[in-house]
């Protein structure tokens, strides 16, 4: 079979699982809302495998969230918004659109990844003035986990001028941000609102570190909680070893497990 040969038998198992007389009661009672969790999900397993470098549960797991594009496009079809057909021509004009160095006759001819980044903003700002966006951060969107928003937002403001050119001014944000935090959390009456701004400020400007020194703060945080988690896994193998429940150590002996396992490290 041809890719659109199997493309075309999808939309026909979609469009069965849907049919109101004879598909499936589960499929047939979703809607875009219900849906959507799903998706978010799928997008999660598809970046564990890679993560993993697990290359047939990639396969597996891409076919999944395959699987919901092709159920959205029967919602929309449904309901007159939209069908595949309509999805994949939006996407191969977009791909062109913004690839004028490649596919439209133009004596543009960047030579690096980096070089191709100023056409392809050119080309989305064109897109929201289409669109008639009025301000740069409204595309955004607000489902995005927050670090990864917040970096979208810096990244985007940086792109016409809002950020800082050197490093210190960065760093002492972050400093006088957590000031701000302590001066809130040891207020005479502490006020539980004030305390999460101040660290939400924090952490926007810790984002805003990450961004200036080429790391990316979702991996960086990821890294990190999977580092926590092997190392107090360390932990509670050492108190195993001693034959005692984490629940009867004091904080300075899981402590000392915690510096053996980093020595282990």
């Given at each position: ?15 069965q699982?849907?049919d ?9 009672a979703q ?11 799928e ?14 549960a ?9 699987f919901q ?21 939006n ?13 439209a006759?133009t004596a543009?001819s960047?030579s ?13 700002a064109?897109?929201r ?23 979208k ?8 001028g ?8 960065v760093?002492?944000?972050?400093r ?11 207020a005479?009456q ?6 999460q ?8 400007a ?5 961004r ?11 890294q ?6 092997r190392?107090?896994?360390g ?6 070893a ?16 915690w510096?053996k396992?980093k020595?282990?490290?």
């Amino acid at each position: 079979m041809s890719e659109q040969q199997h493309l075309e038998r999808l939309l026909s198992i979609m469009a069965q699982l849907r049919d109101p007389q004879s598909g499936c009661p589960w499929d047939c009672a979703q809607d875009f809302v219900s849906i959507a969790p799903y998706t978010l999900e799928e997008t999660y397993e598809v970046l564990d495998a890679i993560d993993k470098q697990d290359w047939p549960a990639l396969k597996d797991e891409l076919g999944d969230l395959l699987f919901q594009v092709i159920f959205y496009a029967q919602m929309g079809k449904e309901q007159g918004h939209f069908e595949m057909a309509d999805i994949l021509t939006n996407l191969a004009e977009k791909l062109t659109r913004r690839h004028p160095h490649v596919f439209a006759n133009t004596a543009l001819s960047p030579s690096s990844a980096e070089a191709v980044s100023p056409i392809w903003e050119a080309e989305k700002a064109k897109e929201r003035a289409a669109k008639g966006q009025v301000h740069l951060l409204d595309d955004i969107p607000r489902q995005f986990p927050a670090l990864m928003q917040a970096e979208k937002i810096q990244k985007r403001c940086a792109k016409v001028g809002f950020d800082w050119d050197q490093l210190p001014p960065v760093v002492d944000k972050v400093r006088e941000e957590i000031d701000e935090v302590m001066a809130e959390v040891e207020a005479a009456q502490v006020n539980p609102h004030k305390v999460q701004e101040e660290v939400g400020d924090l952490l926007f400007a810790v984002v805003n570190l990450a961004r200036h020194v080429g790391v990316k703060p979702e991996m960086a945080l990821r890294q990190a909680n999977d580092k926590f988690m092997r190392r107090f896994r360390g932990v509670e193998d050492f108190a195993r070893a001693e034959k005692k429940e984490l629940s009867q150590c004091d904080l300075a002996t899981l402590e000392a497990y915690w510096q053996k396992v980093k020595q282990t490290e």
